[in-house]
């Protein structure tokens, strides 16, 4: 039997009473005696809903907001800002990512995280106090062309950074990027063993740097290419990067 054949146990068809009875009390879906709001419609129930007495309407979730008075630390809503080279606490990052955005999220006020996209660097926010920033990509510390005698003036001290990356190109070779090993003095090697390509000669780069007493520069004082048993030393320009990894 369809819904059109609805009939009660006399065989009477009450199947429009149903619908005519749903229309009449179509009003009474709504229970205003409990502790439910008194809700008259759709839109007056939209415009009553707010998130931590910010009402719903006033939340542009695609919009990108402003750094509020222009400090990071400052952030309290969930969502993501712009931030610019004058926006304080925001760390050192490469020059194409002087201007950019930040994604800031909480659990609560002592528990938050900061996530610079692009530059990829982290900050947690930890039982109310922010820890250490840390970047998965090297930042830059000083770009140019650096050749042996050359003093590198650096943005930033060298020990908030756990780990440096350079970036090389030689005549000899194609574009490398190390990882320095540290030594006494103050001294920084950049070195690159090698076979060629047949494993019969066995040859080398090696670069040293050394750190200025500010921690803010480095000097490059030699560089050479060693095969054959021979050393060459190397004098065009060779150094292109110095990265810092937070």
């Keep these: 039997m369809s819904i059109k054949e609805l009939q009660d146990v006399t065989g009477t068809v009450i199947h429009p009473r149903t619908e005519t009875a749903a229309i009449v009390d179509a009003d009474k879906l709504v229970n205003t005696t409990s502790t439910q709001n008194n809700i008259a419609g759709i839109k007056n129930f939209v415009d009553g809903i707010s998130i931590k ?42 020059s194409r990512f002087h201007d950019g955005f930040v994604l800031y999220g909480a659990k ?5 995280f900061l996530y610079y ?11 109310g106090k922010w820890l250490r920033q840390e970047s998965s990509i090297p930042q830059d510390l000083w770009v ?15 020990d908030n950074y756990r780990q ?23 001294m920084l090697y950049l070195t690159q063993p090698a076979l060629n390509f047949d494993g019969t000669i066995l040859r080398a780069l090696e670069v040293a740097l050394q750190i200025g007493q500010d921690q803010r520069s480095l000097i490059i004082k030699s560089a050479k290419y060693f095969a054959n048993g021979k050393s060459t030393s190397i004098t065009d320009g060779f150094l292109k990067e110095v990265g810092g990894m937070l």
């Design 108 to 112: 609560d006020t002592k528990t938050a």
């Design 144 to 158: 140019g062309e650096g050749k042996v005698g050359d003093v590198l003036k650096l943005r930033d001290t060298l």
């Design 117 to 127: 996209i692009g530059a990829r660097v982290y900050q947690e926010r930890f039982q």
């Design 164 to 186: 440096l990356r350079f970036r090389c190109y030689f005549t000899i070779g194609n574009t490398l990027q190390f990882i320095p090993a540290w030594a006494s003095d103050n």
């Design 53 to 94: 007495g910010v009402p719903l309407l006033d939340i542009d979730f695609n919009k990108v907001k402003l750094v509020p008075n222009d400090d990071v630390y400052q952030i309290k809503q969930a969502g993501l800002y712009f931030y610019t080279t004058n926006t304080k606490n925001v760390p050192l990052l490469s």
